[in-house]
């Protein structure tokens, strides 16, 4: 079996799906503290999971006796700064949890995602390394930093088969993202189908590292079946997809839509947060290691998310 605790998220939704699909449905168990409620999610099994609830956790271990786990559930950056010590205590008891019933289980492995939030001001800004200054400043970043020490120290310690990627914003239109920064990449679509028009919370020329879901769904399961041996970095590789600002992306929507307009607001927490973050990331240990190569330019995510949310499909 399979658990995917937070299988009601952003990244949850579809990675569940796509597993649905290459291993049989009932095998691969949903678990969340929200029941989906949408279709395909239904499609299998459900549980009530709260990550930081022990007990919980131990029974769908007992229930299940997973081989492979992986965990979703976690606070964004920006509801983050709102409730820091909330964010603490979900991302890094929470990860603690299932890395503890991972090991007294036996499973064979674990994901975990870690996210360019690792880095901080004193991190290059372009063309990140796997290994530089890494001084988060948000309580998110922090929480995702100690995880990646604790993935690599349980990888050590334990011998368990822990993986893990630097996810950046991650676009994608079957489910909502939640309280993250880079979440205006994603209301803008919605809003240029509805009003033509969007009011960017970041600053025009805020360059963030970026990534069509599909990618990222694509790259997680490749991570997940490549070669133990080839797995090199234990803690969390950087992972790339495109860079771009709100104002290239706007532009591109304007190929599609001539009438839309951007607009920028004054001020936004948000805007410290993504000016600590790097530009564009440098993913070679990714791209060595186990062949990761990303499909989807400006061109494509544009049209793709355009196209996906004028059909109103979801899944
Ligand atoms: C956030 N989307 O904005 C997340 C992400 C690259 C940052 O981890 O909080």
């Known amino acids: 079996n399979i658990l995917i605790i937070g299988a009601n998220g952003q990244i949850g939704t579809e990675l569940t799906s796509k597993l649905r699909e290459i291993y049989p449905p009932n095998q691969v168990v949903a678990c969340d503290i929200r029941r989906p409620d949408y279709d395909t999610l239904n499609a299998g099994p459900f549980e009530f999971v709260n990550v930081l609830d022990k007990e919980n956790v131990k029974q769908v271990f007992l229930k299940y006796r997973p081989q492979q786990v992986y965990l979703l559930a976690a606070l964004l950056s920006a509801t983050g700064e709102q409730n820091p010590k909330l964010a603490w205590d979900l991302n890094m008891n929470g990860l603690l949890n299932v890395l503890d019933f991972a090991v007294e289980f036996k499973v064979a492995k674990v994901y975990w995602p870690s996210s360019i939030a690792v880095f901080g001001p004193n991190s290059p800004k372009k063309n990140t390394p796997q290994f530089c200054v890494m001084d988060p400043n948000t309580v998110y970043g922090i929480s995702k930093l100690a995880g990646e020490r604790w993935c690599q120290y349980y990888y050590k310690r334990f011998d368990l088969d822990v993986r893990s990627l630097r ?42 590292p970026m990534m069509y879901m599909d990618d990222a769904i694509r790259g997680t399961i490749e991570l997940m079946d490549a070669d133990e041996a080839n797995i090199n970095i234990r803690s969390s590789y950087n992972f790339a997809g495109l860079s771009f600002s709100p104002k290239t992306l706007a532009e591109e929507i304007q190929k599609h839509i001539p009438s839309f307009k951007m607009h920028y607001k004054k001020h936004d927490e948000r805007q410290e947060i993504a000016n600590s973050w790097p530009h564009n990331i440098d993913d070679s240990d990714a791209k060595k290691d186990w062949a990761w190569k990303p499909e989807f330019n400006l061109d494509k995510l544009t049209l793709a998310m355009l196209e996906n949310l004028k059909g109103g499909k979801r899944i």
Do not use: C, N, R
């Open 167 to 208: 996810y950046p914003g991650l676009i994608s239109w079957k489910a909502m993202p939640g309280g993250g920064t880079t979440d205006y990449a994603i209301h803008i679509f919605h809003e240029a189908l509805k009003k033509q028009s969007y009011s960017s919370f970041l600053a025009a020329d805020t360059v963030l």
